[in-house]
């Protein structure tokens, strides 16, 4: 199939009939709902349409899929390095533009780490699971279906693991099993791009212990399943002004509380269902190949704050003033060490024996954390530099009301007396970054986007080689010997 | 006369018919407009009605005022360190309710600094400015009239002083001195609280020259001056649901461009004109008392945060988690860091000639450096310690639509199987405080707010005793003379 | 008695014989032996003669003591604000000059908080160790015993409690009773100053369950008492040499391992023992008053730094380079972050029954925790500052060659032609202070002197008034009701 | 030829006879002279060893060099992207074992930045400056001739460059042309190394002016050429223990201020010579590959750091306590941040006209000022782990001293009985790492070793492709049209 194109996307949008709530109403159509038009911009016909752009397309086109095709390359499984490169550069250009857009690969992250794990779970079980994530992603890849994650299960008491839980649909789970499927019930919470997405693919969102086998459960499911209810929630509101939010107005990302009210999955989608084993690597292997595309889309939106730092420091005349710099210098440097992040993970990648490509798990890890400190940083500094025209300037309105115009023309200019209204664009942008609604999805987004900093810290901690370490500093007890040649064979400690 | 009441502020507001232009309307009454009724609120019947309030009056209260009566302490003039002190507690205080009150004493700030200025000046010059300013603030204490600060010039090409400018607007200036007054043309960026304050109090931005004398100009005018144009800019929205925002619909701060189309002022309204010296000096001791209060209002804020951050803990079950306990204790280092230096900039206060209290500037501008780099790790913290739901969480809406609600309550409980619908009130006020367009605000306020922290390091560096501190090295290298009492006088540097 | 003069301490040392080891020696006399004297003048003669020096002594001279006569304010015990805003300007002058002196008082703050508790224990229980405790301090500080304070264990496994480890001496215990007194068995790490003292001050560690009661005990011993081994630690070498040196050479602490090789100590010198449930209180509140003189010593080690990073860039010709200004000046705020939390924990102190001041614990603990993280900040910025010259600098014997100090006049020279000696002189200054052996003392001392990190936060959390901030959370859920007094009662969480 | 062994690396050192200073001394031979042990292994002996080692020499031997031979790493020049990742793992690998090691390569740096600068120059004005320096590159990997950096001068009055300096040799400045070669007179500070080497590599310390000619000037001479002088600075003391400084009695760098009192220099050996134009870019160009291999020795550094607070962690018993994982996995965090940086430069390096290639330089100057400031957090982890016993723990002499060695292993014990000497081995490699004279060194080598932070800011913003940054943020004004592929050109600011 050829490259899917914004309008066949939306086409697939129109077809579905989900049963979303927003706002105390049931929406009948996403795609007419202006609530959804910034979402569906940046989740769904940007991201198709960039495999159109000529300027674009050689890094979002990639091949060959399973089908021995070309395919966009959010939907391509990496098998070696340079897959992971591109895939880098492509969450890279298109959160340039649209900074949640880079992470619209989620749902292929997913599959990725389900070819990997049935893979592992049918070599030793002799089960048929990979045949069926085989067959689903070859049609998700032909198709192009726009996949949602749905993976953070409510958890109700956050001490106690799924079978602990006094109410057993805290997490999601099978509570029926017949020839043609399973049946199951719970929720998932943070669902990002439900409901402009074709489908969700659902992981377990943890290891889990023999007595949880009933939540060891993945499938996909298109959103339209009789019994799914999505409850949503958007940031940029439905009548995002261009010139007062001109990122914002193209660039969100509705979450969705996604309900499995009894919801039936056919044995074909079912890609695991009771090896509760696999469940952890199963959610690790997910948010180790999701946050090496999240590096990538994160290095993307520094670059749009960085240049919007220099401009506006230009427009105010004080591009040349050494703090300014400084701050732009520190930007420079948390990007730079991102995006280092997120090439030495590809770089320094193992490939699983399923053939599928594992990035570095310690660096993928070291990145994202850099990502969450670095965004409060670098959104410190763009406010600092622009000063506080971004939270006082007047609404779009009054800036092009007759009777003020004259007035803002005239005192909004920076160094260049023509320049007001420039200026003025600018600080809607840095507004609309940081210090607006969309905004304060970001500073929760940086956080708890692709898994928690908690999570990040210990798989840091699991995956370094500390025997490594350790054995240099028991050889370094040695003295000269370390470097003589001469060392005895350390007791271990 | 008495205490004012919030009803008696309200009926001054509508008493007052300034120019207002608010979403490309002008605006008839503010306060019957809902856009207005969140900053109403915060800078004004909850600063009234506190000062009624039994628990907080004794801190509220203070006297004797100018008139030798009993006041407002927002209204009230520092004469000593126990003045400092009342009005440290009374910021805090009011911002533990309402974040952005605390701020309200501002036009209080200005004129404060106008009494030690004019008082150097008279003496100095012969001129009887201080008179007008000591009968402006008797009329000021005993209505307890709501001011705004008009401070921050537009500025035009920043790296130009005033005269230096091609449009002489850029900065406010004396246009005509008439023997009843005088005429003032430019415009004032970022005036907080205007549209629901009675008068504005207005000084100059910066130092001076003496070619931009023309721009050294004082003064206290009410909002509906004829001349005076407010185009405002609010951030919590006209219809803020108390669920959904539960401290921005009541805690908002209008900012305005404020245009001087040539306004004419009274000479008994006029604190400073053309004397060029002075111009530096009402705006350092303005910045610097105004800091001194900003400190109690940031811990008042900080204080809400971290009761926010232990609350949410607990309802999700994690608060004895070691990496959850940790971030709310460098919370609280935070709060206690900006406390200390706001109570010690009182105690090591100094008493002008005047008679007025400055606070310690150097710990002044130290406690709002720490309060700035401290909202952003504070914002930070409360964000991971609460996870995605502040974001997450679905509309009011549909937490209370009667098809879902029943699946809410289920879903979103923590620890407490009942606790769902209290849960989703903290996450909401979470997302209210650190995570909205109100959330924006703060991101932007704190650094900017009274002023920038290049110029807050500028003020410690310059008011620093780094001559005591430099004697201390030089004695240091002669050695063991320095601890035995053999000092020879160092040659200087 | 008068004042003790340091010839006075110096003879007392004298009288002395205590058994103390260091490199491999017994050592006969320490005020002989060179490895000893900067220790004695830090800790010893410099604080001594503070009291009679004319600048100093209205600073260090306080009254009236348990004798009703005056003392050094590192004898007295703080019963108000005053006496510990007293004891803060002390800690902080001497440490202006030495910096580890202003630690001297460490003895006297174990024995207030020893009065303290024994106040309760006594009223608690009808014992009478509090009378012992008042005699002890009458001598102590009639006689101005300097004292050093034996509190860490060795500790053994830290995973378990003093009665649970599988050798019962590793922490220090009774291990027999008799008519005279008690025989103590075990070892205590980490004590600082002890070779230099008279007598050592004992106390527990930590709290303690009630099996653990053997090890609960307190008392005071001279250093020369039979079974007590000292084996020392020290930092500046033997021949520390005044130009290289010119911090270290009179400013160090020699540490102790001090071992207790079944000591009697007759029972007018028990403080504590058996009663374990008083082991806690003791430990922490010496922690808390400790960490408040902790913060005055810290201040006045950051001012000399201040200084000479101010000065090497005068010498430098860099003074006014921005981002140089900017790093001095982040010193000033650490520095005045760090004296605003000790001035408000002196200022918002409690009087504990017994009638003596404690300071705030969250504050000293909160200013404890910023030192910790201001030492390193501090440390880089000077050396930064400076330039490589502190660590390549010639040696001093090289600096004065016959041959080669033309070279060094030549070419050491900043802006200043015949400033190079001066510039090597602060060279060396600053290398002594951050970058030599006793540097690396600092940049552990600062992490542990007076309790770790750890710990600090431990308190921070327990004792600052979360319930309180908690309430604040909960009241804000109620919307406009919070600021319009019409708040309803919580339910507890 | 062979690769060269340590013992031909000892004998070409007896075979010099270098002006040497030291503690007022002339030193006759280094390689008797104790002080010089640890410098002359960590930079010489070790790193020729590395090469013979079987585990090592895959990585410690590359080829072809200029000879078409193969040749130690550290003296190879660089190519190829490969190369460049070769030499991050051999100054890793070095540096694990001798931290200082990893710098070895400084001279090969400056040759590589003049193959570069003389093929410009060459052929921009007819010179034949590289046929010279290719020439000694040659004999240099031949023969592995051990070479020191001279580039940084004394600089005199920071203020001024060095033909306004009022002493015409403050910057090193050729005096004299002949037809043999040249004589230059002045002086380099902070030569690393030059002590233990064979030769100088001397090149300008900075961008020049026309007027500057005479100071643009570079060459190669033997260490003992007549009329130079080397007054030398070391840290690890001539005696060092290896019990007491398990790393530092093996891993010194002497530093030494380095006189030219009028050398003359063969026109063969002269790489510069007037052409001020170029001064800038070879200063620049070895920064920049100088930078490259530092990531890879800090990386080398860091793990054994990592190593060390894992190893003491676990001998204290609390490798499991929750703060204590966080400290190691922000160490690892930050060794894989610089390591990622390093990859990273090395991967996307470009490739000179001359056949060289550069490391990316915004990459390799954000990795180094990681190091920095990692570097302070590193060493603070260590020690808050540790405990106070790097610092209190007794001498060697005492703790092997025959009546308190029982009471030492008695007391040093940690979970294990007999762990008492390990655990104090520990104690003293933290110490001799972080807390020591060596330690000292550190904590400056980190900020000013291959240059200042301030200039790795200037590197890094200079460098950074601001503009593609800014337009982005241009075209991001346009709204939604940046994401349709609507965008209209935007005027230039």
């Not at 009948?28 to 397309?57: K, N, Q, Y």
């Not at 749905?150 to 020839?179: F, M, N």
């Not at 946050?291 to 704050?305: C, E, S, T």
């Not at 220099?310 to 520190?330: F, Y």
Request: hydrophobic residues 40%.
């Amino acid at each position: 199939m050829a490259l899917r194109t914004p309008d066949e996307y939306l086409d697939s949008l129109r077809n579905q009939h989900p049963e979303v709530f927003a706002r105390g109403q049931k929406v009948e159509s996403v795609v007419d709902h202006p609530m959804f038009s910034s979402t569906i911009s940046c989740w769904g016909t940007w991201v198709f349409r960039a495999a159109h752009d000529p300027e674009l397309s050689a890094t979002m086109v990639a091949s060959p899929d399973l089908n021995g095709e070309q395919s966009h390359v959010f939907w391509h499984m990496a098998t070696n390095p340079d897959d992971l490169m591109q895939n880098l550069w492509a969450a890279r250009l298109l959160s340039e533009r649209s900074p949640l857009s880079g992470y619209a690969s989620i749902g292929r992250d997913e599959l990725q780490s389900l070819l990997m794990a049935t893979h592992d779970l049918d070599r030793e079980r002799g089960t048929d699971y990979n045949a069926r994530v085989v067959e689903y992603v070859k049609r998700f890849q032909r198709e192009q279906i726009l996949t949602a994650a749905a993976v953070t299960d409510v958890k109700g008491d956050r001490s106690r693991r799924p079978a602990e839980q006094d109410d057993p649909d805290l997490y999601l789970h099978v509570v029926d099993r017949s020839q043609d499927g399973i049946v199951v019930r719970g929720c998932k919470a943070h669902t990002s791009g439900s409901v402009v997405s074709n489908e969700l693919v659902v992981i377990p969102t943890r290891a889990m212990r023999e007595d949880d086998s009933d939540y060891a459960v993945a499938f996909a499911i298109p959103v339209d399943t009789p019994g799914l209810k999505l409850v949503c929630r958007g940031f940029s509101g439905e009548d995002a002004n261009e010139f007062e939010a001109p990122i914002s107005s193209h660039d969100d990302l509705m979450e969705s509380l996604t309900i499995f009210d009894d919801v039936f999955v056919p044995w074909e989608r079912v890609f695991l269902c009771g090896e509760w084993e696999y469940a952890g690597a199963i959610a690790n292997n997910f948010a180790n190949v999701n946050r090496q595309g999240y590096l990538g889309a994160d290095v993307g939106k520094l670059r749009l704050y960085i240049g919007a730092a220099q401009l506006v420091a230009e427009l105010n005349g004080v591009a040349q003033v050494p703090h300014i710099r400084d701050k732009i210098t520190e930007m420079i440097r948390l990007e730079r060490s991102v995006w280092a992040c997120g090439v030495t993970a590809s770089i320094e990648s193992t490939r699983h024996a399923s053939g599928y490509q594992i990035p570095d798990p310690v660096l993928t890890n070291a990145g994202k954390n850099v990502c969450m400190e670095g965004h409060y940083l670098a959104a410190r500094h763009l406010l600092e530099i622009a000063g506080g025209s971004p939270m006082t300037a007047p609404y779009v309105e009054d800036i092009f009301h007759p009777e003020l115009q004259p007035y803002i023309e005239k005192y909004y200019r920076g160094a260049d007396p023509d320049g007001a209204i420039e200026r003025l664009r600018v600080m809607k942008l840095i507004r609309d970054l940081v210090a607006s609604e969309y905004g304060g999805y970001w500073y929760t987004e940086i956080i708890h986007g692709s898994g928690s900093p908690a999570a990040e810290k210990i798989q840091m901690y699991r995956e370094h080689d500390l025997d490594y370490c350790r054995q240099l500093a028991q050889d370094a007890l040695q003295g000269r010997a370390a470097v003589e040649g001469r060392l005895e064979p350390s007791a271990s400690v």
